[in-house]
């Protein structure tokens, strides 16, 4: 509970009022309306698929963590306010998200996250670097996501976890429809998809100690690399 209220209390400070927050946390007006029409959720149902996406990173983890792409940093930057001792980076392609992120770690004062431009299909890290790689939201917008899971993977030390969430394709009509019509078109999600069944083949052929499912059309999962 107490990191929850010291989540709570971050995520004031950093804000989430412009639209593209208010819509990843289904916490403002316009927010709400998306989530509702889009994805056929309400804000608890939201809440329950990020807390379990992110149930991949411990209470006083104090590993390497990477996060994958970092968005605006909305979901996180409130989160490593609770883990002083971890080595966090944060990776993404686009300037303008990664700045609205990094805006948000300097006004919590996070000093143990760096920020770093790049591509996931070729990460620029050594094999095993990190203990933990988070990826939200993600692996819908990637365009080369072979690429990216073997990269994700390798970068992985044996034994670590890697956890997340992303859209699954067939499992809410009216989602699979604004996927095609409108999230394609503006750019923000790049075919093909995984579906609950691919994704499901996928890890465990992957990673050991799967925990994955999904809620409606957004899948989350928490598994670990082989030793």
């Known amino acids: 509970m107490e990191r929850k209220e010291a989540i709570r209390g971050a995520y004031r400070l950093t804000g989430g009022s412009n639209f593209y927050d208010g819509m990843i ?8 309306a998306v989530c509702r029409l889009v994805w056929d959720m309400n804000k608890a ?3 329950a698929y990020l807390e379990k996406a ?13 996060e994958v792409p970092v968005g ?12 002083p001792q971890a080595d ?13 992120a990094q805006e948000k770690a300097d006004r919590l004062h996070l000093k143990n996250v ?20 988070l990826s939200l ?19 992985l030390k044996p034994g670590g976890t890697f956890c997340g969430c992303f859209y699954v394709a067939g499992e809410c009509k009216r989602t699979d429809w604004f996927v095609r019509r ?23 052929g992957m990673y050991t100690d799967v925990d994955r499912g999904n809620l409606k059309s957004m899948a989350w999962f928490v598994c670990r690399k082989a030793k």
Not at 127 to 132: K, L, R
């Open 25 to 32: 946390t289904c916490s403002t007006l316009s927010g709400k």
């Open 45 to 47: 149902e939201n809440d």
């Open 54 to 66: 992110m149930a991949g990173l411990p209470e006083n983890f104090s590993g390497k963590l990477l």
């Open 72 to 83: 605006t940093g909305i979901l996180t930057m409130p989160l490593y306010q609770t883990l």
């Open 88 to 100: 966090i980076t944060c990776l993404d392609y686009s300037p303008d998200m990664m700045g609205q």
């Open 114 to 133: 760096t920020f770093r431009r790049g591509d996931v299909g070729a990460l620029p890290f050594a094999d095993g670097a990190f203990d933990i790689v």
């Open 137 to 155: 939201n993600g692996f819908h917008a990637f365009p080369d996501k072979e690429a990216s899971y073997r990269e994700v993977f390798r970068v």
């Open 182 to 204: 409108v999230y394609e078109r503006t750019g923000f999600f790049t075919p093909p998809y995984e579906t609950v069944s691919g994704l499901k083949a996928r890890l465990d």
